[in-house]
């Protein structure tokens, strides 16, 4: 008996084990564990249950690891059609819509707004609380049975806690994480990448073995459902869903009016990517169900929805050929020329092709068909080759052997992918550093556009960055189309640059691997170019979001000679190479210099940082002469040697909290 409880109570601890490790994945997209001991796991759960099957249960994690695989799917016919919804791809066609409506009922309606999953449509019917039958979408009147399959799905409930049957529809997706890792296990294995994660989730649904598809994890979000007696509203029948423990998408809303919907299409449309799938578009609804009835429907769609698609982010087209190009740091990166192609609300000629082990793994060829995607980035990927539609005409794609810019033999280290030109005189290098120096988010000197620094590089006017202080409007007079005017107002902009936060001169000075976001970490951390200069490795490898790699980099770039010398005729050009002060007069801590060290009590070491810098306190990684306190927490490190040396004021953390408050 004793054993028996035993057992029932290991069972259980599997059941939650198992449901947390699930949630951890399938919610947070935040796997706590290997596939391999996730397994495990599974496997002993499965084996109690076949020993003791009082102890198991119907919704145990165990029936999604899939049963016996089939010979072929049972078609199996819709009680309802699955109708596809109408497309509308601007904001006329939805106002003509509402307009549509409004004729039809005599009176405005509100709307009910929902995220067009990018995904597979199934409906799942339930009797007596049970999953009876899953069907893909098929013509709309028959589809395919694809029950054993979609019981693999954890997101769907296998059991729900009313015996009326009923029918939900909704849609089969996969998260962007799984997408990507499933690709990347069929290039492993030479097999065919999947495009996109929709052709990804029906190709997953379609496999006859439940086994496999159990690993695809895929996932579903229900947007409707079938009662006996339905709630009044679409947002009730997605609240009622929610309740029974389906997934309903988070991001779903009431609108008052079409303006109000074609608002949040808007607003979706650029915030797509931050999502972790894929969406295509909203799906705006006729809020009331009885509406829902008196509209009714068309042979093909119901006349109560309809779907704002969101411009294609994936398109088909020819790559005409490859080129190569030479970045600021020399590394040479290979670029489809394409076919003109719309994508995306814009017409596209060229993609990233990343580096040439990328065009390895895709096996691109010049004449092949391939498909581009523009996910948020500004240029496009190649992201698959058609390789049914090859000719045999198609060219290999060979790295160059010289640097197309300058004849270099071009270089490969050893633990990179990246092919380089190691001459750092290099036109095409120069170019690309003045560029980035200017750009916006760095020095901001408006009006320095490539053609600009292509003439002033080319005719040797500027060989670097800190040539361009010493351009006087006379020198470009005589360049092609630039009068006195703007020769005049292009010189005063680039003397304008001199007092830039640091931050900008961080991320112009063009570090490898130091973007935007690392600059303003360093700019957080230290007070001059000066300071970070001095740090050592380990210190810049300790600071959050700059690691080992950016260290040793940073290092690389201020242990060269000719970085050094390009900085002090910076400084002696007049730029300002320090932190300016901030809030000088406001701050109760205003010009005081604190460093932190070891483990503080009460808070994060960065959000102590951030309450003395709201202050008007300056917080740096660097203990130098100019610190007026060290805080040492528990386990201080070298710091704290370095302090009693230079004789600067020890105090505890309860010290710097007297003076906060
Ligand atoms: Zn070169």
Request: with cysteine; aromatic share 8%; net charge positive.
């Amino acid at each position: 008996m004793e054993e028996k409880e035993k057992i029932k109570k290991r069972m259980n601890d599997l059941y939650k084990l198992i449901n947390y490790y699930d949630q951890k994945y399938y919610i947070e997209n935040n796997p706590v564990i290997s596939d391999e001991e996730y397994d495990r796991l599974i496997h002993e759960l499965s084996a109690l249950e076949e020993k003791y099957p009082e102890f198991s249960r119907q919704d145990s994690p165990t029936k999604r690891i899939g049963g016996k695989p089939i010979e072929e799917f049972k078609s199996v016919k819709h009680e309802r059609p699955m109708l596809s919804i109408d497309n509308t791809y601007n904001e006329e066609e939805l106002r003509e819509f509402d307009r549509r409506i409004k004729r039809a009922l005599g009176r405005a309606v509100e709307y009910f707004l929902e995220l067009k999953i990018d995904g597979v449509a199934v409906s799942l019917v339930y009797e007596r609380g049970l999953l009876t039958k899953g069907a893909s979408r098929g013509d709309g009147f028959i589809g395919d049975d694809i029950t054993e399959n979609v019981k693999t799905i954890r997101d769907i409930p296998l059991i729900t806690p009313i015996n009326e049957k009923f029918e939900v529809r909704g849609e089969v997706y996969m998260s962007k994480f799984d997408f990507e890792r499933l690709n990347r296990e069929k290039t492993n294995l030479g097999e065919e990448p999947f495009a996109n994660p929709r052709n990804a989730t029906a190709g997953s649904l379609k496999l006859l073995n439940p086994k496999e598809v159990a690993k695809r994890r895929l996932r579903f979000f229900v947007y409707g459902g079938f009662f006996e007696k339905n709630p009044p509203t679409q947002e009730e029948v997605l609240e009622f869903l929610k309740n029974l423990g389906f997934p309903v998408n988070p991001v779903r809303r009431k609108a008052r009016s079409i303006e109000e919907a074609i608002e949040f299409c808007k607003e979706w449309e650029i915030k797509r990517n931050q999502l972790t799938y894929s969406i295509d578009g909203v799906v705006i609804k006729v809020n009331s169900i009885r509406d829902q009835e008196i509209l009714g429907y068309t042979s093909k769609s119901p006349r109560w929805a309809v779907a704002y698609k969101f411009p294609a982010e994936q398109a088909t087209t020819t790559i005409k050929d490859v080129i190569v190009q030479v970045g600021r740091t020399g590394t040479l990166t290979p670029v489809a020329i394409l076919e003109p192609v719309h994508l995306a609300g814009t017409t596209v000629s060229r993609a990233s092709l990343h580096n040439f082990d990328e065009i390895a793994r895709l096996d691109v060829k010049i004449g092949d068909r391939v498909f581009v995607e523009k996910a948020g980035e500004i240029i496009p990927k190649v992201v698959k080759v058609i390789k049914e539609t090859r000719t045999g005409k198609e060219k290999e794609v060979i790295p160059p052997e010289k640097c197309p810019e300058c004849g270099s033999n071009v270089v490969k280290d050893a633990d990179e992918v990246a092919y380089r030109c190691p001459n750092v005189s290099c036109p095409a290098q120069i170019k690309e550093r003045i560029l980035h120096f200017a750009s916006r988010r760095a020095m901001n000197i408006q009006g320095l556009g490539e053609k600009i620094i292509n003439v002033l590089v080319d005719r040797g006017l500027v060989k670097d960055y800190a040539d361009l202080y010493s351009i006087n409007p006379e020198q470009l007079e005589r360049i092609e189309r630039m009068g006195k005017v703007s020769s005049r107002k292009l010189v005063e902009n680039i003397q304008a640059s001199k007092n830039i936060p640091l931050q900008n001169l961080i991320y112009a000075l063009g570090i490898r691997y130091i973007g935007e976001r690392a600059s303003e970490v360093l700019a957080e951390n230290f007070t001059s170019i000066d300071e970070i200069k001095d740090a050592d490795e380990k210190t810049l490898a300790n600071i959050n979001e700059i690691g080992p790699v950016a260290a040793r980099s940073i290092k690389e770039f201020f242990n060269n000679p000719r970085n050094l010398e390009l900085i002090q005729r910076l400084k002696r050009a007049g730029i300002t190479t320090e932190q300016k002060e901030l809030t000088r007069s406001e701050g109760k801590l205003s010009g005081i210099k604190f460093v932190i060290t070891g483990t503080l009590k009460n808070y994060t070491r960065e959000e102590m940082k951030t309450q003395l810098k709201r202050l008007g306190a300056r917080v740096s990684e660097n203990i130098s002469k100019d610190t007026n306190f060290l805080i040492a927490g528990e386990n201080p490190g070298t710091k704290l040697e370095r302090a009693k040396k230079l004789g600067i004021k020890i105090i505890s953390e309860d010290e710097v909290l007297k003076m906060i408050q």
